[in-house]
């Protein structure tokens, strides 16, 4: 029943000097709202990255020759020159957790010409076989290479929806003849807009078969990078130490390959956006001291505002602990306010950011998602009402120490 009284008394303090306990809660009020605001971002980038990586996939596996980071000084590649066609069957014949496996070579931005129409920093690349599902590429229209395209050395491509647009506005691409400089091709498909997609992004892309590009093209026999998918029900971190373990074995022990996967890449990216929303969340918090700093210094003038009203319940009875919780409960409630009000802008404020995001489409067409994180406010709410009772506990033992004599003479 003191508790209750008490919380009461708070509740009509408040309504009677509405101004003063609103700037003494500000700082609660933006502690919480920040607090909240921080943990909502930060889930709804967590969501966005790992829907992006399942639409990329998380099963696919890359293979970089990469000898000049993790060799030590003084140590030298052998007859080692770079990633093979020969490097796929030799993984492939020693291990059972993967599925495919597809060789890519980078031939950098190049010019296309279609008759008199030019367009320049197209992103050209040649893939092997299994490179579509791997990649989980869609078309829009046309088909991808196939194995006779790969065997034969086909003069063919496909292109990106946006060359297509460029070179061919008003008419159909599949058959229409491309050239690149050295090497014509034949347009076999339209590929559609890619699902997901990481840092700088060129929209203007040309792919044609690995074979065509290094027996008719580019020449050469090295890959810049070989793509793998593990097999359904194969655990990804075990398909990777398998391939790691392989070709640690092909080069004598030697560190010059990297193998990783869109899996543990994920994870690296949610463990950054956890340990940054953290941190911020955390600097966030720093704020609610201030409010309760503020508390304290209210509740002290409070004190000395009433000391001829503690007297007079001190008189009639009122001991030293219903006076304790009674300011107590008065400062918890003037913190918990605040920190409900913080917790209602934060909402309003992570729906206005949900709709301002997906009406630019950023950061893609569904915007950012900023889920409440109920739990979260619940606890950022409780908190800020410790945080008030913590603060509210010395003015409050001033309260109940006062004689009540004394108090009542009070001016």
Known sequence: MI?????????????????????????????????????MISTGFKAFISGQFASLGSDTIFV??????????????GATEGLTLDDIDFILARTDKI????????????????????????????VGRGHAEIERIELKEGRWFNDEDQRTMAN????????????????????????LPGITLEVVGVSAK???????????????????????????????LILMRAKPGAPVAEAVEEVWQIL???????????????????KVFQQVIGVAGAILAAIAALSLLVGGIGIMNIMLVSVTERTREIGLRKAVGATKVALLTQFLVEAG????????IGMFIAWSLGNIVNLATVFYQWP??????????????????????LIGMVFGLYPALNAAKLDPIVALRHE
């Open 99 to 126: 599925e495919l496996a597809s060789g890519m070579k980078e031939a950098g931005s190049q010019a296309v010409r279609s008759g008199d129409q030019e367009l320049k920093g197209v992103a050209v690349r040649a």
């Open 364 to 385: 893609n067409e569904d915007g950012l998602a900023t889920p409440f994180p109920l739990l979260s406010a619940i606890l950022a709410a409780a908190f800020s009402a």
């Open 3 to 39: 508790i209750l009284q008490s919380f009461l008394i708070a509740l009509e303090m408040l309504q009677r000097n509405k101004l003063r306990a609103a700037l003494t809660m500000l700082g609660v009020i933006i502690g919480v709202m920040s607090v909240t605001m921080i943990v």
């Open 248 to 266: 640690m074995a092909k080069s004598n022990n030697k560190p010059i390959y990297r193998v990783d996967s869109n899996e543990s890449i994920l």
């Open 64 to 77: 970089f020759f990469d000898p000049f980071t993790r060799m030590r000084r003084g140590q030298t590649l």
């Open 333 to 340: 409630t003037l913190s918990l306010v605040g920190g409900l």
């Open 156 to 179: 063919v491509c496909v292109i990106s929806e946006d060359v297509k647009a460029r070179l061919f506005p008003s008419q159909s691409a599949l058959g229409k003849l491309v050239q």
């Open 194 to 224: 890619p699902k997901a997609s990481f840092g700088p992004d060129n929209p203007k892309t040309l792919v044609l078969p690995l074979s065509t590009a290094q027996k008719k093209w580019i020449g050469g026999k090295n890959l810049d």
